[in-house]
DNA sequence: TCTATGCTTCGATTAGGATCGAACTATGAA
DNA sequence: TTCATAGTTCGATCCTAATCGAAGCATAGA
């Protein structure tokens, strides 16, 4: 009778309907402060707090902390599966929410982050190879795995030389429009740096765009495509 | 802010100790009375009652009259996919429930969820079948192979019955024990009664358990072994 | 250093709902 | 009919936890 996992801790956390909307706000993958869930579910930012922490206990989210600000997002994929799952049982329809609008559409699709790349390209690389086993994330180390290796080497990049430098040879930043993970540290600055050797990506002088040439694009899609 | 499905509501139905004990009984996908939930859920009759009417409400059961009884069962394989994703992330955060005894390791081993096999066993039919090429899993979506079908029908299930059915005819579902996949849907159904008509395989009447055969063992292994 | 901002902790209040006793309804058996 | 069993409804109690004000930390910027 008491056998199994405590499924009704989990379901509990779910059920509050502050919490609920928190959740659903992560459910568009992006990355949230702790203000910013306070508005979306309609309390006070104490209140938030509270909840966080406690979903944070449970395991559902998983937080970071950058500068004074805590962003929170869904601790992995199988969370939001059961979320998923949960709005299926509640609607059978119901669905996402829309998107943020592009303000400024160059710098959302692509652009430098301090030396690496950013924007909607950015956080796509990183999806896929973390996707294709190429990289690993275990909590809050990301390392590179041997097929991930083998690609980089591929590439032309001097796997050795990188690992000699005292930086991290890989680290997850958070930007600020797309508010999820991309691939900073030295691998980071050193796959953008190819990229623009190989002539795919060439960086705009003034501002933080980069604009991939239509081979670029193409070769781009080929390693990291979301297709 | 309010728009898109009412996930906490479902989650809170579920979120109650008492109610997510009962769901966790009929995950065996037996039909029980309010009595037998009563006693499931250590509540007594009046507040089971109470709350079976909300879950029942809240779209998550089948309530059928038989004479002065009343049974309940799960609405649907959608209630027993989220209940096992929940568990699954139950498991995950490590809040698995008391005491671990001699019924906790038969369940890892094999058990029903909800119609089909889970567990140990679970995992090692559905990965056997991917890897014999019975099986084939294209990004979401699970179908049977000619090869497959032929194992299936050789076993003596009738699959044009099986695909009559407005229900999926296989589907993958994440285990709670074992974090991997295993065969859901009709046919998943279809191969657990089959083991248990050729006895290869017994529901305990109780509990979730399923217990093999020698001779079940025997037949399991040679069809799905992984040596 | 000082100030502004983002977040956390503490304490008191309050509302919702889980629970059970008791009474009531429905079905089956004698 | 009368009795027994299964389940529902009602009312009162009690307890958990959501909520927010206020104060306390921590970080960034000047």
Redesign the pocket.
Known sequence: MKEGPDIARIA??I?????ANMLTALMSGKAL????L?EE??????????????LDEGGLLR?R???????FSLASDQVAHVLEGLMGLAAGAGHLRRRTGPKDAELRQARVCYNHLAGDMGTQMFDSLIAGGHLRLDGEDLSLTETGAGLVTGLGIDLGALQKGQAALCRECLDWSERRSHLAGSLGRALLSRFEELSWARRDQKTRVVSFSPNGVTEFERLFGSG
Request: proline letters at 6%; hydrophobic letters at 30%.
């Open positions: 509990a956390l059920g509050d309907p502050a919490r402060t702790v203000s910013e306070a579910a309609g309390i006070t930012i104490q209140t938030a707090s509270s909840h966080l922490s406690k937080p902390k950058q500068g004074r600000h805590k962003y």
